[in-house]
């Protein structure tokens, strides 16, 4: 399996604009969560999906934030429109369960975005 | 609030010599503790994995350990090597929830 993969990798806007980070969970996982990692803050939980269908978003920082789930191999998450302070590395991982030992998140390489 | 605390922010030592991180958390009732390596410009990895049962876990060189009365856990690195470089982060899942709570990692550099 290819693992988790993630486009862009990077990604560099002007503030304003709207910028969408786009996901493919490890088929036949059912749980998809979207990360934001930063020096300061370390990772944060944004919002998580089980068998599409968006379970928690308590994590997104406002509604400039939006992510969906079309399909079960394939998730966006985007930001409308961009601020500086939204520069991070956003991280998408997928697992097959949440409970027990077995709930392990495999992690994908990440899109660093830089909002000028 | 669960909170998860890593110590040292940052630790560098020389290659083939041993290490250990320490994790202290709050977080009560958990499910599992993890420890996650991230290399620069990558996604977190996950090394061990325990319960709240369990004491220690092994993973080649990496030893985690876990004692529940202290809420400690510790990962011990032996005979490191220039990619154990990287960042180590412990991951706690509190029980009956989906979320996890991150710890904010150490930093560790293993210079020849």
């Known amino acids: 399996d290819a693992g988790v993969i993630q486009s862009p990798r990077h990604e560099v806007t002007e503030m304003g604009q709207e910028v969408t980070l786009r996901c493919k969970p490890i088929?036949?996982?059912?749980?998809l969560f979207w990360y934001r990692q930063t020096m300061m803050r370390g990772l944060e939980l944004l919002i998580y999906f089980n068998n599409n269908v968006p379970i928690d978003d308590s994590g997104m920082p406002e509604d400039r934030f939006s992510a969906k789930m079309p399909n079960a191999s394939f998730s966006t998450l985007k930001i409308q429109p961009s601020e500086p302070r939204d520069s991070a590395v956003y991280f998408c991982?997928?697992?097959?369960?949440?409970?027990?030992?077995?709930?392990?998140?495999?992690f994908g390489p990440g899109t660093r975005l830089t909002v000028l | 609030k669960n909170q998860v605390e890593q110590s040292p922010q940052s630790l560098i030592i020389l290659e083939g010599k041993n290490c250990t991180l320490q994790?202290?958390?709050?977080?009560?009732?958990?499910?599992?503790l993890r420890w996650y390596k991230q290399d620069t410009g990558r996604g977190p990895v996950s090394l061990t994995i325990?319960?709240?049962?369990?004491n220690t876990k092994s993973n080649g060189r990496y030893t985690a350990t876990l004692d529940a009365d202290t809420k400690q856990s510790s990962l011990h690195i032996t005979a490191s090597q220039l990619s154990d470089s990287a960042s180590y982060i412990c991951?706690?899942?509190?029980?009956?929830?989906?979320?996890?709570?991150f710890g904010t990692g150490t930093r560790l550099q293993v210079f020849p």
């Open positions: 088929s036949g996982h059912d749980y």
């Open positions: 994790c202290n958390y709050t977080v009560s009732p958990f499910s599992n």
């Open positions: 991982a997928s697992s097959y369960r949440t409970s027990g030992v077995g709930d392990t998140q495999y």
């Open positions: 325990m319960t709240f049962s369990e």
């Open positions: 991951v706690v899942r509190p029980l009956n929830t989906d979320k996890l709570i």
